[in-house]
């Protein structure tokens, strides 16, 4: 159980990260499943890129406090570019239909 807790922190801080991005960018054409999902899948492709390059392995970071802050970073900060992305996507798409 205690290694699944930095990708839980992951996914979570992925969806505020996504959230927050959605919420800014209101003219994207993105729904709710959209914004939880693609923060979702940034936030742990983007904890998993900032722990490969600060070099923390995520089964061990469960308990250390610079391996939850590196998952907490890496998980909102990939959440909210993926979703940037994604809905920077689904707007150019809706433009030319």
């Known amino acids: 159980m205690e290694s699944l807790v930095p990708f839980i922190i992951q996914i ?3 969806v505020i990260g996504g959230e927050a991005v959605g919420a ?3 003219h994207a ?3 709710q499943v ?7 899948i ?3 492709g983007g904890g998993a ?4 390059l600060m070099g923390v392995d995520p089964a061990a970071a469960a308990g250390a406090m610079n391996g939850i802050l590196t998952n907490v970073i ?11 992305i994604v809905g920077a996507i689904m ?6 239909a």
């Open 24 to 26: 800014a960018f209101r």
């Open 29 to 31: 054409a993105m729904g």
């Open 91 to 96: 707007s150019s798409m809706n433009k030319t």
């Open 12 to 14: 979570i801080t992925g």
């Open 74 to 84: 890496g998980g909102a900060g990939g959440g909210a570019i993926l979703t940037a």
């Open 42 to 44: 940034g936030g742990l």
């Open 34 to 40: 959209a914004k939880i999902l693609s923060g979702a």
């Open 49 to 52: 890129i900032l722990g490969s």
